[in-house]
């Protein structure tokens, strides 16, 4: 998917929209594909994309210093909407709330109350493309860290979706990670 810049607004395309009871939920895509060197990153002469996330400060998921035995990082699923995952995830170190993981969605939305919560100031503006065409407007923000089990996320961009119930914990969060969804447990297996 391409980004579209208008009026200083980036747009992003949506691929998937799931209904909530009163409230619509989105699930915010951008152009991240396999090998995708996130946001940070320089293109050489001769074409060749190098990541320079480590310069940037690091904007995917890594280890905490909570390492397990095995190099993978086991979370309890708490419950399941429409049979996708709910865990609990920590920002800022301080405040936890429940989550979807959503292996298809790029960017981590969080609802306004999550956002109001953390204190969060708007830092910007997106637009969405949903499944239907229509487009929808998100503010975002940046978090300092995200932690699940042992993963550890730090400056990261969130959407701020004004009438979701609950948030979607995206693939910037989980990029290096291979993720198996278990019958009670998400593993993130690192790469």
Not at 17 to 34: G, Y
Not at 37 to 64: H, N, Q, R, W, Y
Not at 71 to 85: H, L
Request: one cysteine or more; aromatic letters at 6%.
């Amino acid at each position: 998917m391409n980004n579209v810049w208008r009026h200083g607004i980036k747009t992003i395309n949506l691929s998937a929209v799931a209904v909530m009871p009163t409230l619509l939920f989105l699930v915010l895509f951008n152009q991240a594909s396999i090998g995708d060197p996130g946001t940070c990153f320089m293109v050489t002469s001769s074409g060749e994309t190098i990541a320079l996330a480590k310069l940037c400060g690091d904007k995917t998921a890594a280890p905490s210093d909570a390492s397990s035995d095995d190099g993978v990082f086991r979370v309890p699923i708490k419950r399941r909407f429409g049979g996708t995952p709910i865990v609990d995830v920590t920002f800022n170190d301080k405040k936890t709330f429940e989550m979807i993981v959503d292996t298809g969605a790029s960017a981590t939305v969080i609802t306004r109350n999550m956002a109001s919560s953390l204190q969060l100031k708007t830092t910007g503006i997106i637009q969405a493309q949903v499944a239907d065409g229509s487009e929808v407007q998100f503010s975002t923000s940046k978090v300092k860290s995200i932690t699940v089990g042992g993963v550890v996320a730090h400056n990261i961009q969130v959407a701020i979706a004004p009438q979701a119930d609950i948030g979607l914990l995206g693939h910037d969060f989980f990029g290096n990670y291979d993720i198996k969804i278990l019958e009670k447990q998400v593993e993130f297996h690192h790469r």
